[in-house]
């Protein structure tokens, strides 16, 4: 059963000096999840400072663990719906906080909700009393099951509001209005990006999304479910495309607080993936029909004009590219995995 959590406010004295000029101060909320350790590599990589901040609920200290040791690198564990104290100063703030799989953000959609709603609040409030520039991560999932395809960012969706998805999508279209709400009065600093569907390394094996379930069931060769036959399709983009993408949107100094998608336009079937990735695994395993979850968008494909022009990004790494170093990883994980459970 679902419960209302509490969770203590945390204060937080964080007031690393620049060690040099151009050093920016970050914070990542969810920076120990799949895209959020991704981006923490990225802005140490940059000569940023970085604090880290995470719950755990689906990120795992793994992915950040060769940073732990970094000097210009923090982590603390955190739930940011309880309020955050920070008496240090900060530059940036990425909000990725929140629980991207289905099967995940459902098991606790009071908390899913909450996350969204009250974390977003803390995190821009913590934007104003720091002067931070703050960056949603949102998702193609604000345009619910939509009927125009590909998704401009104008077009304003059609999301269940009473469904097992709405937790999510209505929680991320609720984070919106708050960005939108905060610039607009209190003149916040805040940059919506509208992610669509990304893949790559440091996925969790077990956390149900297409591409995680596709590539450990061909390497272990068990069936690949194509949820409600696999007409749907999905656009995929790779996670090192996406980061560079939020990294650019949160330093254009031009590309104004409207939400822009990031995405790879390219658009498979869910079919089609599967025996994408069957075949590149080099796999036998079969692929089985089982029922399509309630609300399961059936199309999703990004417009990327705006990204395009207002800030000069599009992905490069094409759907088979990507998949290269992904199906590598799966196969070290579930190797790691075995070797450690073998007798
Ligand atoms: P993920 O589940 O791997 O990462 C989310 C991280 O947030 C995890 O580390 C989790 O422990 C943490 N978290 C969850 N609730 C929290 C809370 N209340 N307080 C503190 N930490 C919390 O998912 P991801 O794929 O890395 O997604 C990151 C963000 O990007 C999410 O906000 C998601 O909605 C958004 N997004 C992702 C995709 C995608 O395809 N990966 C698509 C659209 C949007
Ligand atoms: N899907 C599938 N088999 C799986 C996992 C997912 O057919 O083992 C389908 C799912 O129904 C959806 C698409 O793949 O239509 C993408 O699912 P995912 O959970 O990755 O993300 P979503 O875009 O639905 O949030």
Redo the contacts with the bound molecule.
Sequence with gaps: MTHLPRFETQDISWAPPRRHRGQLRCLV????????SHLCDRLIEAGHSVIC????????TKNIAHLMEHPDFTFLR????APLQMYGELDRIY???????PP?YQLDPL?TF??CVA?SMNLLSLAERTGARILQ?????VYGDPDISPQREDYRGRVNTTGPRAC?DEG?RAAETLFHDLQAIRGIDTRIAR?????GPR??PE?G?VISNFVTRAIRGAPLQLYGGGTQTRSLCYVDDLISGLVALMESETVGHDPVNLGNPGEYTVAELAHIVRDMCESRAPLVVSDLPLDDPMQRCPDITRAETRLGWRPEIALRSGLVPTIAYFRAEIAGVETATAP
Aim: with cysteine; net charge negative; hydrophobic share 35%.
């Design positions: 909320a969810g920076g120990a999840g799949f895209l959020g901040i995470d719950n755990l609920l689906t990120g795992r955190h739930d940011v719906i909000n990725l906080a929140c629980a991207a799989s995940k908390h909450q996350t974390g991560a949102s998702t193609s999932e999510y991320k992610i669509f569907n990304t893949y996925m969790d956390d999304r």
